[in-house]
């Protein structure tokens, strides 16, 4: 296959714009909770899969005008995130951000080992979100920010589990998106300095919007109609899998930094 | 010893896992548990801090096979059992003053998680440790700050204080990256130790390594200690809860000037930098205190108060003394620390009596009635003038004959005689029978408090750096061309001398009667906005969104 056919094949699974609209277009038609779990977990596995094996000269045959695009598609979701307040929307596009920086990885050659560790890595925090959308669109009708509001005074054992799944989301220490980009950051500086920098604009405007999303969702008075919190069950479950990404994202930082 | 260090700063971790176990279970006993831990951590560092100052090593311990390392040298013992001791009254003060707030537990948590966060900051000995804890901080305070989540205006300042820290961290990621490339490793000793022999060693973008880490750490450093044009999160997040208040300005709030210190083995390198540290502080500290002024907010005034002591402290890292700024930051903290905490109750007992004695003191500070005419003026200007300069230079020269020949010191100095002069000038002008009483007493004052500073900070300077060679280093590396800091300091004490004669001369003329009325409430109404830093900012913000929306609506939400 040539390689600009590759290419445009790999931008649709690791996006790049305008072809990052495909996905986007995709995960806003899903429904089901369970598929958008699918979905953001396969995604990013199947663009490292084809950018890496489906040429020998990996990674020298990844043309260089890539790596500006990567940044810009990913600037330009970090930018947008800012006035989303669909919960799920929100989650399509910040997977849209994050994946669109896993060319630089790939430019630099990484290992696939490693390459899938950052797909998963980034797409872990979003597969919580969109769990914790679901149980909003079952309790309220919709995962929407300032529709409702007052979640702390409402279900908070639901708001701690939202946000510290946020954090993770916007690449908070210790979770494994914050090492990744610490360690993107650390790898891109040395050869060009420029694309770190945009880097940096881009985590900012991350922690940006989650903090919007999380002033909108939590923020507010105690809602007046009563709707059920989590159980402990599901408050125990939840935990294990925040802790397990806490403990892999030190252990990410550990290996690779 | 190993356990130790490990159990000092481990503890309030251990402390805020365990309440949030078992906040259902314990109730109201969670923030017994809390204080507990934390005296017990408290305790633990004091004696670690007791045995660096009896002469101990320096301590460092990796964790097993991780770059992570703690290192406990006097700097961060020091700081550490601040922390702790900041930190175990803001426990002691929260457990009733928060008793009726609904996530109790929830606070306790999250202040112990600060409590860690701030000590391993302070202790790290790598650089991945530094730039969690340094990003932790920010993240941890803004759910402090918004610990009312039903209110709207707290977490909207709380964000603005979200978004000023991640600007901070930013610069200091950069800073760690640079480093670690050029020299391959994490640890702060080894690379310090590297740019110490060879300080130009490394270039990056044809400018001295060592320069632009300095630099990046320094914006770092302005970013978190709320310096001009990055300060506007600081007075406005008094929507937070009183201990929170206490905690932000007693110990966070200061990490400006303990990055600074931690780093100095680059700024020694770095005297462009520091010159820069320099006017930043200084600009800080002038436009801090000018906006305290005018604010009828007395929330608000604490807060600009806050602005223009960091001022200070990073404009004491910019002329070399880096010991006096960490001596700054620990007075400053206990002290507004205090004025924090004790405000409820001032404000309680100030319901049944104003306590306020109508005398001459009350007539003169918030009356502002001075008097107008007082003789002999020309004796009372060479005392002014005269006085506060014997006291400083008989106690400084009591330390170090050869303090004067550091331009550092001379500054530093300079502010002290200016400071003591405005307070004998400004008591001669108090409306009292016994003015040489008075006089006397302010001079007393005076030499008490100059020989405390004078005393203290030189202990601070003993402790913290021991090496004279490296302090005289730092002085060296602060200092500029000797003409140019002659002429400064002549014009900046013209125009000193030359405010106290213009007030002088404009009180006894009334001050309704100034000919440049329009043009000071011009000024007014530029300091009372402002100087539209915030609404600049607002305006910003506003943009950045509306292209976002625009976009979205263009690019139909996909």
């Known amino acids: 296959m040539p390689d600009l056919m590759i290419i445009l094949l790999a931008a649709i699974f690791l996006p790049l714009f305008p072809l990052s609209m495909v996905f986007n277009a995709l995960f806003d038609k899903l429904k089901y909770a369970w598929l958008r779990v699918l979905v953001l977990i396969a995604w990013p596995l199947i663009g490292v899969l084809i950018v890496v094996k489906s040429n020998s000269s ?98 908070p054992r639901f708001t701690a589990i939202l946000i510290t799944v946020i954090a993770a989301a916007v690449a908070t220490p210790l979770f494994p998106t914050f090492f990744i980009l610490f360690d993107m ?73 | ?27 109201r006993s969670t923030a017994r548990l809390s204080v507990a831990i934390t005296t017990l951590s408290f305790l633990l560092s004091a004696v670690l801090l007791v045995m660096s100052l009896t002469g101990s090593e320096s301590l460092s311990l990796q964790l097993g096979n991780s770059s992570v390392i703690l290192l406990f040298d006097p700097l961060g013992t020091l700081l550490a059992t601040i922390i702790l001791g900041i930190s175990l009254i803001v426990h002691l003060y929260s457990v009733r003053y928060m008793a009726e707030e609904a996530a109790y537990g929830q606070f306790f948590v999250l202040l112990d998680l600060m409590t860690a966060a701030l000590l391993f900051m302070v202790v790290a000995g790598d650089l991945i440790t ?17 610990q009312d989540t039903r209110s709207q205006i707290a977490y909207r300042f709380a964000f603005w204080t979200l978004i000023t820290y991640r600007i901070g961290d930013l610069p200091l990621i950069l800073a760690a990256a640079l480093l670690f490339n050029a020299y391959d490793t994490w ?32 914006l770092a450093a302005i970013a978190r200690s709320a310096q001009f044009l990055l300060h506007t999160w600081l007075p406005y997040t008094m929507d937070g809860p009183t201990p929170v208040s206490a905690l932000m300005h007693a110990g966070i709030v200061n990490a400006g000037g ?26 800080t500290a002038i436009m801090g205190s000018l906006l305290m002024l005018t604010q009828n907010d007395i929330k608000k005034a604490l807060g600009y108060s806050t602005m223009g002591q960091m001022g200070f402290m990073i404009m004491e890292c910019g002329i070399g003394a880096f010991s006096l700024a960490i001596y700054h930051m620990f007075a400053h903290g206990v002290f507004k620390g205090t004025m924090f905490l004790s405000a409820g109750g001032v404000i309680n007992n100030a319901r049944d009596n104003d306590g306020i004695p109508k005398d001459e003191l009350y007539t ?41 020949q550091k331009q550092g010191a001379v500054i530093l100095l300079f502010f002290g005689w200016v400071t003591g002069a405005q307070l004998i000038f400004a008591t001669y002008r108090m409306r009292t029978q016994n003015i040489w009483r008075m006089v006397g007493l302010s001079v007393l004052s005076l030499v008490v408090v100059v020989l405390g500073y004078v005393f203290i900070s030189h202990a601070f300077d003993l402790f913290l750096y021991p090496d004279p060679a490296f302090r005289a280093q730092l002085y060296t590396a602060a200092s500029i061309d000797i003409l140019r800091f002659d002429v400064l300091v002549v014009i900046t004490t013209l125009i000193i001398v030359s405010g106290w004669v213009v007030t002088y001369y404009s009180e006894q003329a009334g001050y309704r009667r100034q000919k440049n009325k329009h043009l000071w409430l011009n000024f007014y109404a530029l300091i009372s906005r402002e100087f539209y830093v915030t609404d600049i900012y607002t305006r910003l913000t506003r943009l950045i969104l509306s292209v976002s929306g625009r976009l979205n609506v263009w690019l139909r939400w996909l």
């Open chain 2, 187 to 218: 640890s702060l000793s080894i690379i310090f130790n590297e740019i110490t022999t060879n300080p130009d060693a490394h270039q990056f973008l044809g400018f001295s390594l060592t320069d632009v880490v300095a630099a990046l750490v320094g």
């Open chain 2, 130 to 146: 530094l730039v969690i804890a340094w990003y932790l901080v920010g993240v941890l305070l803004y759910f402090l700050l918004g």
């Open chain 1, 58 to 155: 990996f990674p020298e045959w990844i043309p260089e005008w890539v790596i500006p695009l990567a940044l810009s598609t990913s600037l330009l979701y970090s930018l947008r995130l800012l006035t989303l307040r669909d919960v799920n929307q929100w989650s399509g596009f910040l997977a849209t951000s994050l994946w669109a920086l896993l060319w630089l990885p790939l430019v630099q050659g990484a290992s696939v080992n490693l390459l899938v560790w950052f797909a998963i890595g980034m797409s872990l925090p979003l597969v919580l979100l969109v769990l914790l959308s679901a149980f909003l669109e079952k309790r309220f009708g919709a995962a929407y920010t300032g529709l409702y509001g007052g979640l702390a005074r409402t279900v």
């Open chain 2, 258 to 283: 303990f990055l600074i210190n931690r780093f100095a083995p680059v700024f020694v390198n770095s005297g462009d930098v520091l010159n820069m540290l320099f006017v930043v502080g200084l600009l």
């Open chain 2, 1 to 27: 010893m190993e356990q130790l260090i490990i159990l000092v700063a481990v503890l309030p971790l251990i402390s805020a896992v365990l309440i949030q176990l078992f906040d259902g279970h314990l109730g």
């Open chain 2, 364 to 404: 003169f500070a918030v009356e502002k009635q001075p008097n107008k005419v007082r003789k002999p003026w020309i004796l009372m200007v060479a005392i002014t003038l005269a006085v506060p300069l014997v006291i400083l230079v008989l106690a400084h020269l009591l330390i170090a004959e050869d303090y004067f």
């Open chain 1, 185 to 257: 950051v650390v790898e891109t500086l040395s050869i060009m300095p420029l694309a770190a920098m945009v880097l940096l604009v881009i985590w900012l405007l991350l922690s940006w919007a989650g903090a919007l999303l999380v002033q909108g969702l939590i923020v507010g008075r105690e809602s007046k109609v009563k709707v059920a919190d989590f159980n402990y069950a599901t408050i125990g479950l939840f935990s294990i899998a925040l802790l397990a990404l806490m403990i892999s994202g030190i252990y990410t930082g550990m290996v690779i930094l």
